[in-house]
């Protein structure tokens, strides 16, 4: 559980001339929650999608289990396969089923064999109350359902570390419960590692075992958890908790 899993050393990210992230730093350990909290247009996200190749950057260093990232197209390819992720809009290929969807990818890229990976499939969609909607296309279904079988989706690559950016932010109040249910599960039951993206601090506070607190792309606070929610150590993180209702 102390295990070293993902490192950042002096990370920068641009656009054109405009710095999204500076100089950021920080260690994720196995097992660990660490939660990215700030307020809108800090560099969350990009954080978020930098840590799996989806955005570049222009100096620093990432490393995975010790290894140090070389931030290429193919090698990005290939963990992806190790650091999951999961997007506040479900991205579900709606000519798919249910299971067509999740089949996808642990068939076609990590060439597993399909009936083992099924039945590993129908248990993970079991575990989060899917199993009537095998065949169902997306349309019919409900945002949090929808939700729910994107994080069965990622769970089937058997990743390393998962990334969870803002994942009830498009749902209806009464469905951010069962997301959040099911992702404190993944958490104190399979001892998931994740990054997590959130404006939810309720929520925030039973899972984080570490905050990371940002602002204009800088990390002005690194704290465990539960003393971030009690005695934030800046004033800027003091005023952004109570400005939230929580």
């Given at each position: 559980?102390?295990?070293?899993?993902?490192?950042?050393?002096?990370?920068n990210k641009?656009y054109?001339?405009w710095q999204?992230l500076?100089?950021?730093?920080?260690?994720?350990?196995?097992?660990?929650?660490?939660?990215?909290?700030g307020?809108?247009?800090?560099g969350?996200?990009t954080?978020?999608?930098?840590l799996?190749g989806?955005?570049?950057?222009?100096?620093?260093?990432?490393y995975?289990q010790e290894?140090?990232?070389?931030p290429?197209?193919?090698?990005?390819?290939l963990?992806?396969?190790?650091i999951?992720?999961?997007?506040?809009?479900?991205?579900?290929?709606?000519?798919l089923?249910?299971i067509?969807?999740v089949?996808?990818?642990?068939?076609?890229?990590?060439?597993?064999?399909e009936?083992?990976?099924r039945?590993?499939?129908?248990?993970?969609l079991?575990r989060?109350?899917?199993?009537?909607?095998?065949?169902?296309?997306?349309?019919?279904?409900?945002?949090?359902q929808?939700?729910?079988v994107?994080?069965?989706?990622?769970?089937a690559?058997?990743?390393?570390?998962?990334?969870?950016?803002?994942?009830?932010a498009?749902?209806?109040p009464?469905m951010?419960?069962?997301?959040?249910?099911?992702?404190?599960?993944?958490s104190k039951?399979?001892?998931?590692t994740?990054?997590?993206?959130?404006?939810?601090?309720?929520?925030?506070?039973?899972?984080?075992d570490?905050?990371l607190?940002?602002?204009?792309?800088k990390?002005l606070?690194?704290?465990?958890?539960a003393?971030?929610?009690?005695?934030?150590?800046?004033?800027?993180a003091?005023?952004f908790?109570?400005?939230m209702?929580?």
């Amino acid at each position: 559980m102390e295990d070293e899993i993902l490192k950042v050393e002096h990370l920068n990210k641009f656009y054109d001339n405009w710095q999204a992230l500076h100089d950021i730093n920080f260690s994720l350990k196995k097992g660990e929650v660490l939660t990215l909290l700030g307020p809108s247009g800090s560099g969350k996200s990009t954080l978020l999608r930098t840590l799996n190749g989806l955005e570049d950057y222009k100096d620093g260093t990432i490393y995975f289990q010790e290894n140090k990232i070389d931030p290429t197209p193919k090698n990005w390819q290939l963990l992806r396969q190790k650091i999951g992720m999961v997007f506040q809009s479900y991205e579900l290929f709606p000519n798919l089923t249910v299971i067509e969807n999740v089949l996808l990818a642990p068939v076609k890229v990590q060439k597993r064999n399909e009936n083992e990976v099924r039945k590993e499939v129908e248990d993970l969609l079991a575990r989060v109350g899917l199993s009537y909607y095998l065949n169902a296309y997306p349309r019919e279904l409900s945002g949090g359902q929808k939700q729910r079988v994107a994080i069965v989706r990622a769970l089937a690559m058997k990743p390393e570390v998962m990334l969870l950016d803002e994942i009830t932010a498009s749902l209806d109040p009464e469905m951010v419960r069962g997301i959040e249910e099911i992702v404190e599960k993944l958490s104190k039951q399979d001892h998931m590692t994740m990054i997590i993206v959130t404006h939810q601090m309720n929520f925030a506070e039973r899972i984080a075992d570490e905050v990371l607190f940002l602002e204009n792309g800088k990390i002005l606070e690194d704290t465990p958890g539960a003393e971030f929610f009690k005695k934030p150590q800046t004033k800027r993180a003091k005023e952004f908790l109570e400005s939230m209702d929580f």
